[in-house]
């Protein structure tokens, strides 16, 4: 898709029928000539502080933990479907859903008026008390699932879903000893933060520990395997992922065989035999990485993986909190498309559209391990919650975004292999169905990461031509486009159109330097 740079702008406003942003944070400005597709939806006209005010509120009574994306935050102010609307009204096409949690996209019509109806009847009562909508929801999720996978726990985030699955694990195995990923983001607890294995989450106190009440010390039982990365790890060839697109990294393997994968399993098996006792607790990944980038495993390697960690007494658990919902686009879960049935599966983010609820589902047996002492969640399962989450089922499967998906996120993953072939800076395409990452770097050859200053101006460009993505990665080198599960194709071409123009613009900052 050709792409075009058009004359800089000086400051005289904005067009919203087509995309001439005024650039804010340099002395040139960023224009392309893609045509925003069309929205019929008005905003509500901002009444609220001005900007100058919301940016000191934020500075003296927000935790400065809670980080804003770009040079100059966004204040947005309302959402429709795959559309955001900023306080002055400036219309942004949404890649990035809230960090991968509106599914259906920013204020469906059909959540909103199941919600609305429910605050007018009742809000909570805890599960001290039965409601129409916890037992009707539990039914609608978990008939979503294979057998045995028919036990639900309904809890109030992703970070809370994967602690409980751990403690669940542990209770069941009456083993200690977990495996995770390197690179693997399960959530922000004290717990859950054991399993997460990024830097930059991690603080410097103990975290994913246990405590022997007869020796009162702390063991750190999470133990961390080798990521089977096939674009950047030391093994990788062109036919090992379930994806339209595959690696520039050459093998010759023969169908039915993968190098990479066998090489990766023994890291794993060398894990198992050195850095374990004989029975472990359990196993979790996600069936795609989310936060480090959307990285990809070799087709076979968690069928493997499930079925060593099981010779092991241990169980396997498949964290879709960003997989989940239809996202991949061929099936419903992501651990489908590993052909594996987990023991415990995690939920969240896309399970209710943007309201605050999670869920682990499980087994009978795993579940009643759980029972054998009391174990209550305040909030989870709330009568709102399930409604919510009834009505984003609901709406996956009346309006087709499970197959949206798959054939809106093939489309780009082509398209945007294309801009790989064009620009020696475009590492890596990945992805499957609108679960999409583009790795960054200095060149294809040596794969270096491309430095997080110039992966940022080719962002804050994207910004400011309407488009809003993630971050992710070890470097924060690799683009995240996981947007509402509604967009379109012509959604698509504005979006690549204006990466193209990003791209193209970047080239031009470096041969100018």
């Not at 942003?21 to 001005?50: G, H, I, N, R």
Request: hydrophobic letters at 35%; charged letters at 20%; a positive charge.
């Amino acid at each position: 898709m050709a792409g075009a740079i058009g004359r800089l702008l000086s400051g005289r406003g904005r067009r919203l029928g087509s995309v001439a942003f005024k650039q804010q944070k340099w002395k040139t400005c960023v224009s392309t000539q893609a045509k925003m597709p069309p929205c019929d939806f008005v905003p509500e006209k901002y009444k609220s502080y001005s900007y100058e005010r919301m940016q000191k509120i934020r500075e003296q009574n927000i935790s400065p933990s809670l980080r804003m994306y770009y040079k100059k935050p966004l204040l947005l102010h309302q959402g429709h479907m795959q559309w955001l609307f900023d306080y002055k009204g400036q219309r942004y096409l949404d890649l990035f859903a809230g960090i991968v949690t509106v599914s259906v996209g920013h204020c469906h019509p059909k959540v909103t008026i199941a919600t609305q109806k429910q605050l007018a009847r009742l809000w909570h009562t805890t599960n001290i008390y039965m409601h129409p909508s916890i037992q009707e929801y539990a039914e609608k999720l978990t008939s979503l699932f294979p057998d045995p996978l028919k036990v639900v726990y309904l809890t109030n985030s992703g970070s809370e879903a994967n602690d409980l699955a751990m403690f669940m694990a542990r209770l069941y195995t009456r083993n200690f000893d977990f495996i995770c990923f390197r690179g693997a983001y399960h959530g922000g607890s004290p717990y859950a933060l054991g399993l997460t294995s990024i830097g930059l989450y991690k603080h410097g106190v103990a975290n994913g520990f246990g405590c022997s009440t007869v020796r009162l010390l702390f063991f750190f039982k999470i133990n961390r395997t080798m990521l089977p990365d096939v674009f950047r790890g030391p093994w990788g060839g062109n036919h090992c992922r379930d994806s339209p697109v595959q690696t520039i990294r050459k093998c010759s393997c023969s169908e039915g065989v993968c190098h990479a994968n066998d090489q990766y399993i023994e890291q794993f098996k060398d894990t198992l035999n050195t850095s374990v006792p004989k029975t472990i607790a359990g196993f979790i990944a996600e069936p795609i990485q989310g936060v480090n980038g959307v990285v990809q495993y070799p087709r076979s390697f968690l069928k493997q993986a499930y079925q060593l960690v099981r010779e092991r007494g241990g169980v396997c658990i498949s964290d879709e909190v960003q997989t989940g919902f239809g996202r991949t686009g061929s099936h419903f879960w992501g651990f489908q498309t590993h052909d594996v049935v987990p023991d415990i599966v995690t939920l969240a983010k896309g399970i209710g559209n943007g309201f605050p609820m999670a869920a682990v589902v499980t087994t009978k047996e795993i579940a009643s391990s759980l029972a054998q002492n009391l174990h209550i969640n305040t909030f989870g399962g709330s009568p709102l919650a399930c409604v919510v989450g009834a009505a984003v089922l609901d709406a996956i499967e009346e309006d087709g975004l499970q197959k949206n998906s798959e054939d809106v996120g093939t489309y780009m993953l082509l398209e945007l292999a294309k801009l790989r072939r064009k620009f020696e800076i475009v590492g890596d395409v990945r992805g499957k169905g609108l679960m999409i990452g583009i790795e960054m770097v200095t060149d294809k050859d040596s794969r270096r990461p491309l430095p997080a200053e110039e992966v940022s101006q080719i962002w804050e460009d994207c910004k400011d031509m309407g488009i809003l993505i993630g971050r992710g990665g070890l470097y924060s080198q690799t683009f995240r486009i996981k947007p509402p599960m509604c967009i379109t194709k012509k959604d698509v071409d504005f979006a690549v159109e204006v990466f193209h123009t990003a791209l193209q613009r970047h080239m031009e900052r470096t041969a100018a330097k």
